[in-house]
Every structure is written in structure tokens, then in C-alpha cells.
């Protein structure tokens, strides 16, 4: 059973910084995609970066030159290290992963099960 476990939300001031951490364990072959994404109350989850086995790495928007999206493939780890978080940026993230259990069954996306950001002052 593959499971993916966020850790690293809270509340901090605007301005400042927090680095979000999911490790996908299990019965793992490999990791292709890993994503973070994040919901606001009453809003729909909207996509934040994604990084390809590969390390290509795309953003939303809102946070680029804020977020930056990394992996370490050794720990089956995926990070999102924010910065000059605002108050916009409250909301619960979730990572994603596209996992590969054997080399006959196809590659399937993994949810974890949410971590909470707030800024506020």
C-alpha cells in the first residue's frame, strides 16, 4: 500500500518562509511526476509546481520566483520551499505523485492527505 505524508505547514507571518516535505513510502518501483497543489476554503485545488522524474519544474503563476519545487528521488521526497509568503497563500497543500508499482502495471497519482499553511499577522 503506497501512502504520501506531508509535513512542514503552519502559521507564519507575511513575509516569511516554510518548506513543505511529502515522502511517498510503500512498495515503490519509481516516481515519475510530483506535484504540490493547494485548496482555499471555498475554492476549487488549484495546481502550484510539478517536477518531472527529470527535475523539469513548472509553476503556477501566482508563485513564481516565490516557490521553488525539488525532489530527492533517494528518499522518495518531494519539497516545496516557500518564501515571501502572503496571505494569499493560505490554504491546505497537497502533494501528488504518479507511482509505479511494477513494470506491468501502468503508473497511477498518489494524494497525500493535506498539510496547513496560514499567513496571517
Known amino acids: 500500500q503506497v501512502q504520501l505524508v506531508e509535513s512542514g505547514g503552519g502559521l507564519v507571518q507575511p513575509g516569511g518562509s516554510l518548506r513543505l516535505s511529502c515522502v511517498a513510502s510503500?512498495?515503490?518501483?519509481?516516481?515519475?511526476?510530483m506535484g504540490w497543489y493547494r485548496q482555499a476554503p471555498g475554492k476549487q485545488r488549484d495546481l502550484v509546481a510539478t517536477?518531472?522524474?527529470?527535475?523539469?519544474?513548472d509553476y503556477a503563476d501566482s508563485v513564481k520566483g516565490r516557490f521553488t519545487i525539488s525532489r530527492d528521488d533517494a528518499r522518495n521526497t518531494v519539497y516545496l520551499q516557500m518564501n515571501s509568503l502572503k496571505p494569499e497563500d493560505t490554504a491546505v497543500y497537497y502533494c501528488?505523485?504518479?507511482?509505479?508499482?511494477?513494470?506491468?502495471?501502468?503508473?497511477?497519482?498518489?494524494w497525500g492527505q493535506g498539510t496547513h499553511v496560514t499567513v496571517s499577522s
Open positions: 501528488n505523485a504518479e507511482i509505479i508499482l511494477s513494470v506491468v502495471i501502468p503508473a497511477r497519482v498518489y
Open positions: 517536477i518531472t522524474r527529470g527535475s523539469t519544474t
Open positions: 510503500g512498495s515503490i518501483r519509481s516516481i515519475d511526476a
